[in-house]
């Protein structure tokens, strides 16, 4: 639940709350992630969610869509899906002589991505354009996606077969990758004991419109965000730039993110200015995977971003 000091109307924050209580409801002992989606839904980006299968990666996404009365489409990434299965193709219409183009199911406002490192490079390739800007060029031809676009991606562990990894520019357009994880004893006991997580999601009402997410989205843009804080955002990226095991540290949108992300935290919990702890609970999330360990490095991605945020003081 969000804290009542917030600048954004009370209904508003209301719904809100509603919202991120109606996951919860849903996929059971998952506060701390359930929270992270919507800190990436809030800040304008993009989800990663990366785990071993039947955790609740799918679950999580189709009960996002459910709640936030976004249009939806999922599609299930595999390694014969091309790039014009999701973005779509023009076909030729002879009454007209022309080719007419046909959208695909990127053309929503949240897509599931289910399994994208099943698919070639190439076809995880083809989310670039409109994961950055929310638009789509067919033939010369550039036509805008419905705001608010959200991309939800769920990934198996890159040593299970049939997958591939996702290149450096397709990962760097995810602002969060997260995992869930096993659930607690009693969070599992709680589900086992429920009815069908089909049935549960079936239920679900939408707690928020298009209009109120975007609304959202400006009042996260607006959270103040100190000299202080944004001099510290810059020393976690000079501190990734600068350490030994890392070959290649964190890039200006790196930074961008993690102050939107930050932004969205603190506006989550009832503020309207973010703090350091609002940075520092989102870092790991927005940094790990877009760190490039060097060759000699002994640990992996997630537990240097945390090295950075121990390393890195709060001036």
């Avoid at 959200?150 to 990758?177: C, H, K």
């Avoid at 709680?190 to 089909?198: F, V, Y």
Wanted: aromatic fraction near 6%; include cysteine.
């Amino acid at each position: 639940m969000i804290e009542s000091r917030t600048e954004i109307p009370n209904e508003l924050r209301d719904c809100l709350a509603r919202a991120i209580a109606q996951v919860n409801t849903v996929v059971l002992g998952k506060r701390r992630e359930i929270r992270l989606a919507f800190v990436c839904l809030l800040a304008g980006g993009h989800l990663l969610i990366e785990d071993l299968p039947g955790v609740g990666k799918t679950t999580l996404a189709h009960a996002l869509a459910a709640t936030l009365g976004l249009g939806f489409q999922r599609v299930q990434f595999t390694s014969d899906l091309l790039p014009s299965d999701i973005i779509g193709v023009g076909i030729y219409e002879r009454e007209t002589n022309r080719f007419k183009f046909h959208p695909g199911p990127l053309f929503t406002q949240l897509l599931l991505a289910d399994e994208i490192n099943r698919a070639m490079p190439k076809t995880q390739s083809a989310l670039l354009e409109a994961m950055a800007e929310e638009q789509v060029t067919v033939d010369g031809t550039t036509h805008r996606l419905a705001p608010p676009f959200f991309v939800v991606a769920t990934q198996n562990p890159l040593d299970f077969a049939g997958t591939y990894p996702l290149p450096d520019s397709q990962l760097d357009r995810f602002m969060l990758r997260m995992s869930l994880g096993y659930p607690d004893r009693e969070a599992e006991r709680a589900m086992l004991a429920s009815a069908d997580r089909r049935g549960v999601l079936e239920a679900l009402s939408p707690c928020l419109t298009p209009e109120q997410i975007i609304e959202l989205r400006h009042a996260c843009a607006s959270v103040f965000a100190s000299p202080a804080l944004i001099a510290y955002v810059q020393a976690l990226l000079d501190a990734s730039r600068q350490h030994a095991d890392i070959r290649i540290g964190l890039s200006p949108r790196a930074g961008l993110a993690l102050l939107a992300a930050a932004r969205a935290h603190a506006l989550l919990s009832g503020r309207s200015h973010a703090m350091p702890e609002d940075v520092q609970a989102v870092f790991p999330f927005v940094a790990a995977h877009r760190l490039t360990p060097g060759a000699s490095a002994r640990v992996d991605r997630d537990k240097l971003a945390l090295q950075l945020l121990e390393s890195t003081p709060v001036s």
